[in-house]
């Protein structure tokens, strides 16, 4: 049974009309509607029967599941060479935020000095999506104990007007207000980031239950 046979079957018509509305930015008719804890399942299913490569060749993929399962499968391989080359291979594909956003390879976290030189190369990609991916990886992997105050930078400095590129920096700054507040907050005191980004990364923050309230009313000043 292929990818698409398993997604057939698990599809739900009422939560095709929801994804649709939610992802707007890509044909409706390239939408089954599959839910993702479903699609989780599908992946983990082919990615133990072993016939997962074929799959992760044929691309590009006709249908917006198919691309999660794809990532999804991906995040399942534990070596780090060869999923961040596959993650390399199918970064390109990646045409809306979910794709994007959903997938987090294992291998990553026990990898970062290996990881790092990617991010930064992914960050620096014209590509909407594989500049999205960078950033949220970096801020998945590196508002922790592997922090620098040089990352800020990195998000800082990708500027751009599509919108899911702008949510992406203000998000990365939200959860840096959160994590590493003496760093980032820095660069709202100094208005580094471009105005729209700037006021969504102190929404974003205020509305965080990770930020404390001292900090958001000083957050609302710089509005």
Not at 55 to 80: A, G, R
Not at 186 to 192: A, D, G, L, N, P
Request: hydrophobic letters at 40%; a neutral charge; proline letters at 4%.
């Amino acid at each position: 049974m292929t990818v698409y046979d398993r997604l057939l079957q698990a599809k739900d018509d009422k939560y095709k009309e929801f994804q649709a509305k939610l992802v707007p930015n890509i044909p409706a008719e390239t939408i089954i509607g599959v839910r993702t804890p479903d699609m989780r399942n599908i992946a983990k299913d082919v990615f133990k029967s072993g016939d997962y490569k074929e799959f992760l060749q044929q691309l590009p993929h006709k249908y917006y599941e198919e691309n999660l399962v794809h990532f999804f499968i991906i995040s399942l391989i534990k070596d780090f060479d060869e999923c961040v080359q596959l993650v390399e291979a199918f970064l390109p594909y990646v045409d809306c935020w979910p794709v994007s956003d959903q997938a987090t390879p294992k291998s990553f976290k026990k990898n970062h000095e290996k990881l790092l030189p990617y991010i930064k190369k992914w960050i620096a990609s014209d590509h909407v999506y594989t500049a999205r991916f960078g950033m949220r990886i970096l801020m998945n992997e590196f508002l922790g104990e592997d922090f620098k105050e040089e990352y800020l930078e990195l998000v800082a400095s990708k500027t751009g007007e599509d919108y899911y590129l702008k949510m992406m920096v203000a998000w990365y700054f939200a959860t840096a207000l959160a994590k590493q507040y003496d760093a980032s907050v820095k660069f709202i005191e100094q208005h580094r980031l471009e105005d729209w980004t700037h006021k969504k990364a102190i929404q974003k923050a205020v509305e965080s239950y990770r930020v404390t309230e001292e900090h958001k009313e000083y957050l609302k000043s710089f509005r």
